[in-house]
């Protein structure tokens, strides 16, 4: 219902965080066109990565996690190990996110 209303309210930024769950719960049903990838019918991966560089780095460390998820599920741990590396330097950014600092 929220990712509903978000997206009537063309709320880009909103609309793409809500997805990035649905991204992982559709590559771990099968739903994907590869699985580990998010990409679907109604997501651009390659889209979503660069608008993600407009967005706070909290966004980035969600998706890189959600990504090391996929790809650790699929089986591709060199793909996971990537995501790790590009999600790591980024967690003491969520924290001062986390705490009202940034």
């Given at each position: 219902?929220?990712?509903?209303?978000?997206?009537?309210?063309?709320?880009?930024?909103?609309?793409?965080?809500a997805?990035?769950q649905?991204?992982?719960?559709?590559?771990?049903?099968?739903?994907?066109?590869?699985?580990?990838?998010?990409?679907?019918?109604?997501?651009?991966?390659?889209g979503?990565?660069?608008?993600?560089?407009s967005?706070?780095?909290?966004?980035?460390?969600?998706?890189?996690?959600?990504?090391?998820?996929?790809?650790?599920?699929?089986?591709?741990?060199?793909?996971?190990?990537?995501?790790?590396?590009?999600?790591?330097?980024?967690?003491?950014?969520?924290?001062?996110?986390?705490?009202?600092?940034?």
């Amino acid at each position: 219902m929220a990712f509903a209303l978000h997206r009537r309210r063309r709320s880009v930024f909103a609309t793409d965080m809500a997805n990035l769950q649905l991204c992982l719960i559709r590559t771990l049903r099968g739903l994907t066109t590869k699985f580990g990838s998010f990409e679907h019918a109604e997501f651009d991966e390659i889209g979503f990565e660069r608008r993600l560089e407009s967005y706070p780095p909290a966004a980035h460390w969600g998706y890189w996690v959600r990504k090391l998820q996929a790809h650790f599920f699929a089986g591709d741990f060199a793909s996971a190990i990537e995501a790790s590396l590009k999600a790591g330097p980024l967690a003491c950014d969520i924290t001062e996110f986390c705490a009202g600092r940034v």
